[in-house]
């Protein structure tokens, strides 16, 4: 598992409420992803870091923010959720071959 | 705007013949690909990859082929196992844009007795 831990690993929350996903990796590698799967879309990209304080914008960015505050952690946060948010959410780590943690199942009700 | 597509939903084989999974590209800028495999409730895990410079790989079992002038890629898995049942998503990256991977949509391999 590349020492990549997705906390919590299943979450049900409510229409317009904030949430929190964590990504906790041990390896100490630069660059940090994380990642939706949807059925009839494989995965998609939200946001990136290269580093410390440095995130982008990935393909389907838009009711989601991003915080790396240390090379170990990085925190996907849904402003106010959504239906559309409920999907499965993949944080990687790694270089070009990227190492995936295990999931967070988000259900948004 | 699909930019790595995998046309086959679905794919069956029989034990210990070959699997071929195919994977289609548009952006011409792509110059590492990758194959990863994906069980139910676990994430993607890195299977085999392949660089613009190459037309071939392989490990073990698992073989990919590129065909840049026709953005075309596929993995070989010969002999299939019904251990290598799974979803297998292509991954397309420009190593020079912070190593972010466009995947497909996924192939449900199933391996059957």
């Known amino acids: 598992d590349a020492g990549i831990t997705q906390s919590p690993r299943h979450k049900v929350t409510e229409t317009g409420t904030p949430v929190t996903l964590r990504c906790h990796q041990t390896?100490?590698?630069?660059?940090m992803y994380w990642y939706r799967q949807d059925p009839g879309h494989g995965l998609r990209l939200i946001h990136y870091?290269?580093?410390?304080?440095?995130?982008d914008k990935g393909e389907v960015s838009d009711g989601y923010s991003v915080s790396r505050s240390k090379t170990e952690d990085f925190l996907l946060t849904l402003e106010s959720a959504t239906s559309s948010q409920t999907s499965v959410y993949f944080c990687?780590?790694?270089?070009?071959?990227?190492?995936f943690g295990q999931g967070t199942r988000l259900t948004v009700v | 705007d699909q930019q790595v597509k995998q046309n086959s939903p679905s794919l069956s084989v029989q034990e210990g013949r070959i699997s071929i999974l195919n994977c289609d590209y548009t952006?011409?800028?792509?110059?590492?690909f990758l194959w990863y495999k994906k069980y139910p409730a676990e994430g993607p895990t890195f299977l085999i990859s392949?660089?613009?410079?190459?037309d071939k790989n392989e490990d073990g079992r698992f073989t990919v082929f590129l065909n840049k002038s026709a953005k075309h890629l596929s993995l070989h898995i010969v002999p299939s196992q019904p251990g290598d049942s799974a979803v297998y998503f292509c991954?397309?990256?420009?190593?020079?844009?912070?190593?972010?991977?466009?995947f497909g949509t996924g192939t449900q391999l199933k391996v059957e007795l």
């Open positions: 991954a397309a990256a420009l190593t020079g844009g912070g190593n972010k991977l466009t």
């Open positions: 952006n011409s800028m792509f110059d590492y």
């Open positions: 990687a780590t790694g270089n070009t071959e990227a190492f």
């Open positions: 392949i660089s613009s410079i190459k």
């Open positions: 390896e100490n590698h630069r660059y």
């Open positions: 870091s290269y580093g410390v304080k440095d995130t």
